[in-house]
Nanobody
């Protein structure tokens, strides 16, 4: 069982930066690949980025590549999402999620992630 709590969302102007954090409970955080997803109003939840258990491999959606960076600190049971050069279209609720992935990791499909946080709102004004 993994419980996830996101923080760090807020209102920022276009071109600005935010850093999201996701704190995980339990002693098995390092057993999970971690991902970030987002959901804009009226749209489905979409993949943003993911990272392997060790942090050695990452994958990004094309829409955020070069602007967002995922990282993790297994000693602190925390995964981060650094978001730079934010655009109004990045406005969404951002969710972190845990994937008990053992092959072809990290994965970008929503149904592979069994544990989810409650989400944090990110609003980018133009």
């Amino acid at each position: 069982q993994v419980q996830l709590v996101e923080s760090g969302g807020g209102l920022v102007q276009a071109g600005g930066s935010l850093r999201l954090s996701c704190a995980a409970s339990g002693r098995t955080f390092s057993s999970y690949a971690m991902g970030w997803f987002r959901q804009a109003p009226g749209k489905g939840r979409e993949f943003v980025t993911a990272i392997t258990r060790s942090g050695g491999s990452t994958v990004y959606a094309d829409s955020v590549k070069g602007r967002f960076t995922i990282s993790r600190d297994n000693a602190k049971n925390t995964v981060y999402l650094q978001m730079n050069s934010l655009k109004p279209e990045d406005t969404a609720v951002y969710y972190c999620a845990a994937d008990y992935c053992r092959s072809s990791c990290p994965r970008n499909t929503l149904y592979n992630y069994g544990y989810w946080g409650q989400g944090t709102q990110v609003t980018v004004s133009s």
